[in-house]
């Protein structure tokens, strides 16, 4: 066997933070150059708002990149699929006019995610004395049903038989699961639910391939390739703040594993922060505002849920969690969203390390129970006072906003790439 082919560049997109960073934007900006997109975890927990001209796209599953017309978009192995959802985006794109048909591609290996997981998530939580405040997605049962060998995958998909007698065993053991957590379930809805994933069995088989032969071509003949991640590092399975985080690695790392090409593909490492910081769900955010400023933010960066239109708690930049995000994604750079919405403040904060038990803590800790009651060390900054949406350069920002700019990439030690000034695709400016 020889080396290796292939010299098309292999981009990874992750989130730095709690999710909701903006990843959806910067990805479909990158995706001007790209000839491949590919999600490698999580399902329709995710939401990707893109917004193109005036119209808003939200996107849980398939790929931003779809925006862009002539782009194969992926879901490799490692997402969980919900066959409902999927298809209601994929049909609802294509009634908007995006073009779809032989641009979508979904791994043979992808675990499904069916009706019944939604019902598991729901009683879960409802049963659980700590709650995780998860999406309701069924995200945590798909990737339990994966980890236990009892999932359904796509590839079982194209033998009716074998997806029938799979489906009829899951049907079986939710029901089991949700006697024991003394849960009641409308017993309609799901068996229309389960009807509907049945029907739309042929209609995955069709679309299956094998990813990471697929990328790895593409790769081979100089195509480029982006890795588009859900969530954040701060949801990650093994190095988040669990157990309030997601069932998958939403880390760099995962995207090899998740779309089955080697490591080794990966050129490019970019981590998306917001200018400030943001988390939907329970567990600790050591820089959360006061319920005024709390308020402010949330009106000021319309914080609200993709998926669940639930409020996001906001707090300051985290220097903390992004130099670990740094570390744990080996990033090549670093893209700074919504710089724009702290335009109007007259002060801004970011935080440099943590007082907890009358320590300084500067490196991320494993005991998110000990977070809970972390101080943040505040560093203030002047609030530049002055739109920054026109910027395109970096040079045309505020001296403030570059101060800013310039601490962040300092305290994460990963070089700014990209900063991005608004919703518009146009609003972006790209450094070096
Ligand atoms: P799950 O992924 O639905 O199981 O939810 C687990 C945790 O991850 C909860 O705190 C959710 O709010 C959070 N979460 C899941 N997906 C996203 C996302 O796309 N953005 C932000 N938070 C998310």
Same mark, same amino acid.
């Given at each position: 066997m020889g080396q290796r082919s292939g010299s098309g560049r292999c981009t990874v997109v992750v989130g730095c933070q709690w999710g909701d960073e903006g990843k959806g934007k910067i990805v479909d900006v990158l995706a001007e150059g790209v000839d491949v997109v590919a999600r490698y975890q999580g399902g329709a927990n995710a939401g990707h708002t893109v917004h193109v001209g005036d119209e808003e796209f939200i996107l849980h599953q398939i790929p931003s990149g779809i925006l862009h017309g002539d782009r194969r978009c992926l879901l490799g192995n490692g997402v969980v699929l919900d066959l409902l959802q999927f298809f209601e985006e994929h049909d609802a794109l294509r009634e908007r006019g995006i073009e779809v048909d032989g641009h979508v591609g979904v791994s043979l290996r992808a675990h499904l995610l069916l009706p019944y997981h939604r019902v598991l998530d729901r009683a879960s939580e409802a049963g659980a $004395?700590?709650? /995780? +405040? &998860? &999406? +309701? $997605?069924g995200i945590g049962p798909a990737y339990e049903d994966k980890a236990g060998r009892r999932g359904i995958r796509v590839?079982?998909?194209?033998d009716s038989h074998r997806f029938e007698a799979l489906l009829a065993e899951g049907v079986q053991r939710a029901r089991l699961h949700l006697e024991r957590l003394d849960q009641t379930v409308d017993e309609a809805a799901l068996e229309e639910a389960l009807e509907a994933s049945r029907a739309l069995r042929g209609r995955i088989a069709e679309l299956a391939v094998d990813t990471g032969l697929e990328i790895d071509r593409a790769l081979a003949r100089g195509e480029n390739v982006l890795l588009e991640g859900a969530q954040g590092t701060a949801l990650d399975l093994d190095h988040g703040t669990y157990p309030f985080v997601t069932s998958s690695n939403t880390t760099a790392a995962a995207a090899a594993t998740g779309t089955g /090409?080697? !490591? &080794? $593909? /990966?050129t490019d490492v970019l981590g998306v922060v917001k200018a400030y910081t943001t988390r939907v769900g329970?567990? !600790?955010? !050591? &820089?959360g505002f006061d319920p005024a400023m709390d308020e402010r933010m949330r009106e000021l960066g319309g914080e609200f849920g993709a998926t669940t239109g639930r409020p996001r708690r906001c707090g300051w930049f985290d220097a903390v969690l992004a130099r670990h995000a740094a570390r744990v994604n080996g990033l090549t750079g670093l893209a700074v969203t919504k710089l724009d919405v702290l335009d109007s403040l007259d002060e801004i904060q970011l935080c440099t390390g943590y007082r907890m038990g009358g320590e300084l803590v500067e490196e991320f800790p494993a005991d998110t129970f000990g977070l809970e009651d972390a101080q943040p060390v505040l560093e203030s900054h002047p609030g530049w006072k002055a739109p920054t949406t026109e910027a395109r350069r970096l040079e045309d920002l505020p001296s403030g906003a570059r101060a800013y700019l310039d601490r962040i990439e300092e305290l994460t030690g990963a070089p700014t790439r990209m900063v991005s000034v608004g919703t518009r695709r146009s609003q972006i400016i790209r450094v070096g």
């Open positions: $004395r700590e709650k /995780i +405040g &998860t &999406t +309701g $997605r590839a079982d998909a194209a /090409i080697g !490591p &080794t $593909r /990966i329970n567990g !600790p955010l !050591p &820089t």
